[in-house]
């Protein structure tokens, strides 16, 4: 299986100032198709998971353009531009280059 | 706009089996590259993928879990259906189904989420 691991677990932000966070994979995510298939997801409090950022890099429907997705093969970040109060919540990243598709432990998100 | 729902017991007993059913709407599971899976998640824990099923009926398992799950499908009712056996109290958790697709330019995620029912597991 391939394992995800996010960096930090727990991110104080100031809000209107910029977040990141990190998905390490204990392998690479090169689909034999050429894509990499490495998503981020935000799940608010008492919420589902919603996806916000798929194949590195695309923003799904309706996400702000403040989230962005950068990386290439086993490191990838998220960021944030400038943090929202509704931004609070826990983010996943997850890999459906490979099964079982994994997902990292998650990242929580919080105002300081 | 795609929609998923989950429906099923809130409660099971220990070595009971858990049967799920999302139900969907706005998407067809006949429609090439159309998958729905399931993901589960326990109280204040990570996500964990358990199983997808495609249009073509190919189906995947988490290989820890793969002996005590089967998943089908109802494309006239626009269902799916997961089964886990042997019910224990570690598999509490939200359960959701999730919508994906495959091809070259689709997102090959889970991009649309029910919102998840929560099974408990005690005697």
């Known amino acids: 299986d391939i394992v995800m691991t996010q960096t930090p677990l727990s991110s104080p932000v100031t809000l209107g100032q910029p977040a990141s966070i990190s998905c390490r994979s204990s392998q690479s995510l090169v689909h034999i198709d050429g894509n990499t298939y490495l998503s981020w997801l935000q799940q608010r409090p008492g919420q589902p998971p919603r996806l916000l950022i798929y194949k590195i890099s695309n923003r799904f429907s309706g996400v702000p353009d403040r989230f962005s997705g950068s990386g290439a093969g086993t490191d990838f970040t998220l960021k944030i531009s400038r943090v929202e109060a509704e931004d609070v919540g826990v983010y996943y990243c997850m890999q459906t280059t490979q099964f079982p598709y994994t997902f990292g432990q998650g990242t929580k998100l919080e105002i300081k | 706009q795609i929609t998923l729902k989950e429906s099923g017991p809130t409660l099971v007993k220990p070595t009971q089996t858990l049967t799920l059913t999302c139900t969907f709407s706005?998407?067809?599971?006949?429609?090439?590259?159309?998958?729905v899976g399931w993901i589960r998640q326990p109280p204040g824990k990570a996500l964990e993928w358990l199983a997808l099923?495609?249009?073509?009926?190919?189906?995947r398992y988490s290989p820890s879990l793969k002996s005590r799950l089967t998943i089908t499908k109802d494309t006239s009712k626009n269902q799916v259906v997961l089964t886990m056996t042997n019910m224990d109290p570690v598999d509490t958790a939200t359960y959701y189904c999730a919508h994906t697709f495959i091809a070259p330019t689709s997102t090959v995620s889970f991009d649309y989420w029910g919102q998840g029912t929560l099974v408990t597991v005690s005697s």
């Open positions: 099923i495609y249009w073509d009926d190919d189906k």
């Open positions: 706005e998407f067809s599971l006949s429609t090439s590259g159309v998958g």
